[in-house]
């Protein structure tokens, strides 16, 4: 199974390793990132506005992440539960819809 969590795109030119380290080292700091936004924006208080902009650091990484990385690729799965529970919190149930049943497929 950590082949599949690791799991980078099928292309007809696979990415360098070196390109998916620096992907990794990006996911890893991203993701660390976003708890730190999280955690402050939580803090501070619970307006749309915050949670609007962390919805947006979880589809800009997931993006960047998604050019080197399958949906199945554990970083991706954990930007994607991320951005449901966001969609969630804010009632936005399609979008929440929408990251749940990617994230399921791997499951």
């Keep these: ?13 696979p990415p360098s390793a070196e390109t998916v380290k620096d992907m990794i080292k ?3 700091n991203v ?3 976003f708890r730190r936004a999280k955690h402050y924006k939580y ?3 619970l307006t749309l ?15 960047k992440m998604g050019a080197v990385f399958e ?3 554990v970083y991706m799965l954990h930007m994607m539960y991320q ?6 919190y804010v009632q936005d149930w399609e979008g929440a ?3 749940g049943q990617k994230i399921i497929r791997p499951y």
Excluded: H
């Excluded at 199974?1 to 030119?13: A, H, S, T, V």
């Excluded at 506005?49 to 993006?63: G, K, R």
């Excluded at 951005?83 to 969630?88: P, Q, T």
């Design 71 to 73: 949906d199945s690729n």
């Design 43 to 45: 803090i501070l208080c």
């Design 1 to 13: 199974q950590d082949k599949e969590k690791l799991e980078i795109c099928k292309l007809n030119d």
């Design 83 to 88: 951005a449901m529970g966001v969609c969630l």
């Design 26 to 28: 990006y996911a890893r």
């Design 31 to 33: 993701i660390e990132e």
């Design 97 to 99: 819809l929408c990251y």
């Design 49 to 63: 506005t915050p949670l609007v902009e962390l919805l947006e650091i979880c589809e800009l990484s997931l993006d």
